[in-house]
């Protein structure tokens, strides 16, 4: 079969020719509503609304309101639900004023019987935890629910069992393939490794935690979500100190956290910007000592606390950390 390419990557569903921001990914939840009558049932079910919608429902996309924003998706099912979706990429929600305006827009809704709604899509942790708990529960006396990617991604294929249509199954076959690639999930596929540095700098001074131990004695790293560090969690983690590579851990889980009190057990707050918080499996301990550099092979000098990604059976099998990273590279771009 002949193969479609955008931008060097291969297009495997009609969605990818969106893109993957929060429009082109807005637009295919629209579109896949649209057509896809069972999934719309399974959002009815999912926000608790006591009857589905009805054939008069229609969805609208990127609706403006003067001075009331412009909506991602809006539901409206006359005289039974007016919902408006406000949709976004990664672990961020909508500021108050956002959320505020579409309150004021639905409640200059003429239509007195329809239940009305503010629904927020974005990510959350594995336990679904981390976004209810930072979307308030209503905003000016309308309601609010949040809903993660992943479980919209969830009831996608829950759908696929129960679509009747073949046309439908298909859409939703390639709306979960689409999402699971652009939603923050951790590739399964893939054998990287983020090394980071590691210190004896007290952390924790309550406590006199520090980063080692975390690491050492908590099992446990942290680091910011996004800016100079990874948007996704990477499926391996690898720590370098004292001048070589300690360990290598698979990140069992992880969540997000927005203070390290309660995690670690603090005496006092000690409130952050959204970190995630990795639960680290066991160790894997390189075989033999694997350098930070190898100034015998002339790689280039790692800065103190830079950080690197590396294939894992590069970072166990090199000489040094600089070469892995070197040789990971290479191997990046021939592919």
């Not at 294929?157 to 298909?170: H, I």
């Not at 709306?175 to 490794?193: A, E, G, H, P, W």
């Not at 690197?308 to 191997?331: M, N």
Request: glycine letters at 4%.
């Amino acid at each position: 079969m002949t193969q479609l390419i955008k931008y060097g990557q291969k297009v495997e569903t009609f969605f990818d020719l969106l893109g993957n921001d929060e429009n082109a990914m807005t637009f295919s939840l629209g579109w896949a509503l649209s057509e896809c009558d069972t999934l719309c049932q399974k959002l009815a079910a999912k926000l608790c609304l006591d009857d589905n919608f009805s054939d008069a429902m229609h969805l609208r996309l990127q609706e403006y309101e003067f001075q009331k924003g412009i909506s991602d998706i809006e539901i409206v099912d006359p005289g039974r639900f007016h919902i408006v979706i406000e949709a976004k990429r990664g672990f961020n929600i909508p500021l108050p004023d956002q959320l505020e305006k579409y309150a004021e827009r639905l409640s200059s809704n003429r239509d007195p019987k329809a239940r009305k709604m503010i629904l927020v899509l974005a990510e959350s942790d594995r336990e679904e935890q981390w976004l209810p708990q930072h979307v308030p529960a209503n905003v000016c006396q309308i309601e609010v629910q949040a809903i993660s990617w992943k479980q919209i991604r969830d009831m996608a294929e829950e759908c696929v069992g129960s679509a009747t249509k073949r046309s439908e199954k298909l859409l939703l076959r390639q709306l979960i393939d689409y999402f699971r690639k652009v939603t923050n999930v951790q590739n399964k596929m893939s054998n990287l490794v983020y090394v980071v540095s590691a210190s004896n700098n007290v952390i924790f001074k309550d406590l006199g935690t520090t980063f080692i131990d975390v690491i050492e004695k908590h099992q446990r790293y942290f680091h910011p979500v996004g800016k100079s560090y990874p948007v996704d969690p990477p499926n391996y983690i690898a720590f370098r100190y004292h001048g070589k590579l300690q360990s290598i851990h698979h990140i069992d889980s992880y969540t997000i956290i927005e203070d390290y009190q309660k995690p670690f057990n603090l005496p006092n707050p000690y409130p952050i910007d959204k970190h995630y918080l990795y639960e680290l499996g066991p160790a894997i301990k390189p075989a033999k000592e694997i350098r930070t550099i190898d100034k015998t092979k002339g790689f280039t000098q790692i800065p103190m606390s830079a950080r690197r990604w590396c294939f894992i059976d590069l970072l166990l099998t090199c000489d040094s950390i600089s070469e892995a990273a070197v040789k990971t590279r290479q191997r990046l771009e021939g592919d």
